[in-house]
């Protein structure tokens, strides 16, 4: 039975390289295995550990019976020896793996000191006078078992979020054949297939709804409580959770692409991906290893030189060894690592960096890119106004989507919902002209329609219609029929009902927000008064975020910057915390240090303290580890020793597995809730 092996300790490293859900059930599979396997041992050191316990002098004196018979040291000696080799055998191959990569760590330790003692009590036996220390090498092997057990089981719980993750994907899928729908497993899927989802099952991958409508829970992928309602034509998540309609859909791509898999593969990286707080820690865990063999032959040689006999000092070096063994602080960081990444995950929060998530913390501004972010995002008709008597606000409406239904632009869109809403037909276009920056133009049933902005009219001094009036958050487009000026359209992109509570609570934690847009002056300075921001930057093109960014920076803020990475990833990538919202399709694409899947504002104000909740853990957890060693090693070395208090190795292997417990349920304590008030 192999022991994962890697620099830091054996649990960190199974933490990293046998805990990968990504890998499937076989990475789960082989830490299952390696949890039982310790298990195993940990019983059988036991049910050897009793006769070694009744067998050993020491306690036979303490107990007041006298036992010894001809032959019983040897009894001793082989069942100790079976204690060695069969339950410290993952500790000495650690050991052999430690020496191998010129790395010594935590196994260097344990290794080392069962070995002494063993080889000490063997040369007991076979003549050398003095006291033998098997039942204290058997109760210090049964208690480093079961301290590697109890935590490998809390490593295993610290990832079982991201397990439940990959659980999310269903394994059958229904596919629809010509005439019949036959069951497939998910992962021969390939582009263009139809499946077939009954009411209550999850999505089978990402895909089109084809036929039919339904509800969807999204909450497990997205972190969005309520059920999205999924019509022909919409996209759907793999893993999400079907109401009581059931649909056809039409498979988008393989489900190694889909977006839980790349959620999924997220949440794996950044598990790995080391931040500052952790390569403290393991530099604290490789100085605490030097500390303990200096430490450990240092008492030995005070002891054994002051006139103490050599099992008195060797057994002091032994317990010194081990109480230092730098376990707790081995899984100090990497088990709050492991959980913070993948409950965020869990709540539509997917970080792609783990040092701009710890960043999080030292925030002073957030830049808001609006669109998207603190508004909704889409642009609906707020009014339609007719210039000219014979021609009704339908007419006009219906002749300006004619020249928008090529167009994807927001206020396209938003002109062409209206039209839906209203049953109108759309006609046809000839001639279709973009007026670059200013709109379009094109012959609609043999007029000329030209559908512009405010700035048309002023450069070709057309002036604007009498009693003519905008209120601040409207964009208006006009519309002119053969030359002659018709009507306007007015449409207005309302604010995100969480955003005036987000940038509250951001104040609350003395952070700036600073909205930066392209829209006009009017438009940004009504929406950041509204929702009582810093200040506002205007009328600002793609390109130049970038340069605003660094302007706050040189002013000395730590700057993170939300935008949709698409357009903003030069500013994403140049800000100290890349913040992109609501593009959960293109999640590999992003610069962006964090995505959030939903464009909820509110949840950069929980990424912030949930990032300060992190790291709090983190360095909770290093202080505990460090700490504790301050208190046991001087105690372990004998320092108190004319005062009577004295820690026996078991004491000590208690105490070190104690700590390292402790650590592991204080990093299980970690919860999003309390930072994730979902309305």
Same mark, same amino acid.
């Given at each position: 039975?192999?022991?994962?092996?890697?620099?830091?300790?054996?649990?960190?490293?199974?933490?990293?390289?046998?805990?990968?859900?990504?890998?499937?059930?076989?990475?789960?599979?082989?830490?299952?295995?390696?949890?039982?396997?310790?298990?195993?041992?940990?019983?059988?050191?036991?049910?050897?550990?009793?006769?070694?316990?009744?067998?050993?002098?020491?306690?036979?004196?303490?107990?007041?019976?006298?036992?010894?018979?001809?032959?019983?040291?040897?009894?001793?000696?082989?069942?100790?020896?079976?204690?060695?080799?069969?339950?410290?055998?993952?500790?000495?191959?650690?050991?052999?793996?430690?020496?191998?990569?010129?790395?010594?760590?935590?196994?260097?330790?344990?290794?080392?000191?069962?070995?002494?003692?063993?080889?000490?009590?063997?040369?007991?036996?076979?003549?050398?006078?003095?006291?033998?220390?098997?039942?204290?090498?058997?109760?210090?092997?049964?208690?480093?078992?079961?301290?590697?057990?109890?935590?490998? +089981?809390?490593?295993?719980?610290?990832?079982?979020?991201?397990?439940?993750?990959?659980?999310?994907?269903?394994?059958?899928?229904?596919?629809?054949?010509?005439?019949?729908?036959?069951?497939?497993?998910?992962?021969?899927?390939?582009?263009?297939?139809?499946?077939?989802?009954?009411?209550?099952?999850?999505?089978?991958?990402?895909?089109?709804?084809?036929?039919?409508?339904?509800?969807?829970?999204?909450?497990?992928?997205?972190?969005?409580?309520?059920?999205?309602? +999924?019509?022909?034509?919409?996209?759907?998540?793999?893993?999400?959770?079907?109401?009581?309609?059931?649909?056809?859909?039409?498979?988008?791509?393989?489900?190694?692409?889909?977006?839980?898999?790349?959620?999924?593969?997220?949440?794996?990286?950044?598990?790995?991906?080391?931040?500052?707080?952790?390569?403290?820690?393991?530099?604290?865990?490789?100085?605490?290893?030097?500390?303990?063999?200096?430490?450990?032959?240092?008492?030995?040689?005070?002891?054994?030189?002051?006139?103490?006999?050599?099992?008195?000092?060797?057994?002091?070096?032994?317990?010194?060894?081990?109480?230092?063994?730098?376990?707790?602080?081995?899984?100090?960081?990497?088990?709050?690592?492991?959980?913070?990444?993948?409950?965020?995950?869990?709540?539509?929060?997917?970080?792609?960096?783990?040092?701009?998530?710890?960043?999080?913390?030292?925030?002073?501004?957030?830049?808001?890119? +609006?669109?998207?972010?603190?508004?909704?995002?889409?642009?609906?008709?707020?009014?339609?106004?007719?210039?000219?008597?014979?021609?009704?606000?339908?007419?006009?409406?219906?002749?300006?989507?004619?020249?928008?239904?090529?167009?994807?632009?927001?206020?396209?869109?938003?002109?062409?919902?209206?039209?839906?809403?209203?049953?109108?037909?759309?006609?046809?276009?000839?001639?279709?002209?973009?007026?670059?920056?200013?709109?379009?133009?094109?012959?609609?049933?043999?007029? +000329?329609?030209?559908?512009?902005?405010?700035?048309?009219?002023?450069?070709?001094?057309?002036?604007?219609?009498?009693?003519?009036?905008?209120?601040?958050?409207?964009?208006?487009?006009?519309?002119?029929?053969?030359?002659?000026?018709?009507?306007?359209?007015?449409?207005?992109?309302?604010?995100?009902?969480?955003?005036?509570?987000?940038?509250?609570?951001?104040?609350?934690?003395?952070?700036?927000?600073?909205?930066?847009?392209?829209?006009?002056?009017?438009?940004?300075?009504?929406?950041?008064?509204?929702?009582?921001?810093?200040?506002?930057?205007?009328?600002?093109?793609?390109?130049?975020?970038?340069?605003?960014?660094?302007?706050?920076?040189?002013?000395?803020?730590?700057?993170?910057?939300?935008?949709?990475?698409?357009?903003?990833?030069?500013?994403?990538?140049?800000?100290?915390?890349?913040?992109?919202?609501?593009?959960?399709?293109?999640?590999?694409?992003?610069?962006?240090?964090?995505?959030?899947?939903?464009?909820?504002?509110?949840?950069?104000?929980?990424?912030?303290?949930?990032?300060?909740?992190?790291?709090?853990?983190?360095?909770?957890?290093?202080?505990?580890?460090?700490?504790?060693?301050?208190?046991?090693?001087?105690?372990?070395?004998?320092?108190?020793?004319?005062?009577?208090?004295?820690?026996?190795?078991?004491?000590?292997?208690?105490?070190?597995?104690?700590?390292?417990?402790?650590?592991?349920?204080?990093?299980?304590?970690?919860?999003?809730?309390?930072?994730?008030?979902?309305?």
């Amino acid at each position: 039975m192999e022991h994962p092996h890697n620099s830091e300790s054996p649990s960190h490293s199974t933490m990293q390289h046998d805990h990968n859900p990504a890998m499937g059930m076989a990475g789960h599979n082989h830490h299952a295995m390696m949890i039982a396997d310790f298990r195993k041992r940990f019983y059988v050191v036991l049910v050897l550990t009793v006769p070694i316990m009744l067998l050993s002098t020491m306690i036979q004196q303490f107990i007041g019976v006298n036992w010894q018979f001809t032959g019983s040291p040897y009894i001793l000696f082989a069942l100790s020896s079976a204690v060695f080799f069969y339950g410290g055998w993952p500790f000495l191959k650690g050991w052999i793996d430690e020496i191998k990569t010129k790395n010594p760590g935590m196994m260097f330790l344990i290794g080392f000191a069962i070995t002494v003692a063993y080889i000490y009590s063997v040369a007991i036996v076979f003549g050398l006078k003095g006291m033998d220390f098997f039942w204290e090498l058997a109760t210090l092997i049964l208690i480093m078992l079961l301290g590697h057990w109890i935590e490998m +089981k809390s490593v295993a719980g610290a990832s079982k979020e991201l397990e439940l993750l990959v659980q999310l994907m269903p394994s059958d899928a229904h596919m629809v054949m010509p005439g019949m729908v036959h069951d497939v497993k998910t992962d021969t899927l390939k582009e263009n297939d139809i499946i077939l989802v009954k009411p209550g099952e999850k999505v089978a991958a990402d895909g089109i709804v084809l036929e039919g409508e339904s509800y969807l829970n999204e909450s497990m992928l997205t972190g969005e409580s309520k059920p999205v309602q +999924k019509i022909k034509g919409n996209k759907v998540i793999a893993g999400s959770l079907n109401g009581n309609g059931s649909f056809k859909v039409t498979v988008t791509h393989a489900a190694k692409d889909s977006y839980l898999s790349q959620v999924v593969k997220l949440v794996d990286d950044a598990q790995k991906s080391k931040s500052k707080t952790q390569l403290l820690a393991d530099t604290a865990a490789k100085w605490l290893t030097v500390i303990a063999i200096v430490a450990g032959i240092a008492t030995f040689l005070y002891w054994y030189l002051t006139g103490q006999t050599l099992a008195f000092a060797m057994e002091r070096m032994v317990t010194v060894i081990v109480i230092c063994c730098p376990h707790a602080l081995g899984l100090a960081v990497p088990l709050v690592v492991a959980r913070s990444t993948a409950l965020s995950a869990k709540s539509g929060l997917l970080i792609k960096n783990r040092s701009a998530f710890e960043n999080a913390r030292k925030i002073t501004t957030i830049v808001f890119d +609006k669109t998207g972010t603190l508004t909704v995002g889409k642009f609906e008709v707020s009014k339609i106004v007719s210039l000219q008597k014979d021609i009704n606000e339908n007419e006009i409406i219906r002749l300006a989507s004619a020249l928008e239904q090529k167009s994807e632009h927001p206020i396209a869109t938003g002109i062409l919902q209206k039209v839906k809403d209203l049953s109108i037909t759309v006609p046809a276009t000839e001639n279709f002209n973009a007026i670059t920056g200013k709109g379009v133009e094109a012959t609609v049933e043999g007029k +000329k329609i030209v559908v512009v902005s405010p700035g048309y009219l002023t450069e070709n001094n057309i002036p604007l219609p009498e009693g003519f009036t905008a209120n601040d958050t409207e964009t208006v487009v006009f519309v002119m029929i053969n030359n002659a000026l018709a009507g306007y359209i007015a449409l207005s992109d309302e604010i995100r009902p969480e955003s005036a509570g987000a940038i509250k609570t951001l104040k609350q934690n003395k952070i700036k927000s600073i909205l930066l847009t392209g829209d006009n002056n009017q438009v940004a300075k009504s929406v950041s008064e509204t929702l009582g921001m810093d200040s506002f930057i205007a009328g600002v093109l793609p390109h130049q975020k970038l340069e605003k960014i660094k302007e706050l920076q040189a002013k000395g803020e730590f700057v993170a910057m939300t935008g949709d990475g698409v357009n903003d990833a030069p500013a994403l990538a140049i800000a100290d915390v890349g913040i992109a919202v609501g593009s959960g399709s293109d999640i590999a694409a992003e610069t962006a240090g964090i995505v959030l899947v939903n464009s909820n504002p509110k949840d950069i104000v929980n990424l912030i303290l949930f990032g300060k909740a992190t790291y709090r853990k983190m360095i909770q957890n290093l202080i505990w580890a460090t700490g504790y060693n301050l208190v046991a090693l001087p105690l372990a070395a004998g320092v108190l020793y004319k005062q009577g208090i004295l820690l026996s190795p078991a004491a000590g292997a208690v105490l070190m597995t104690l700590s390292t417990i402790i650590v592991a349920i204080n990093a299980s304590r970690l919860s999003i809730n309390a930072h994730f008030a979902r309305k």
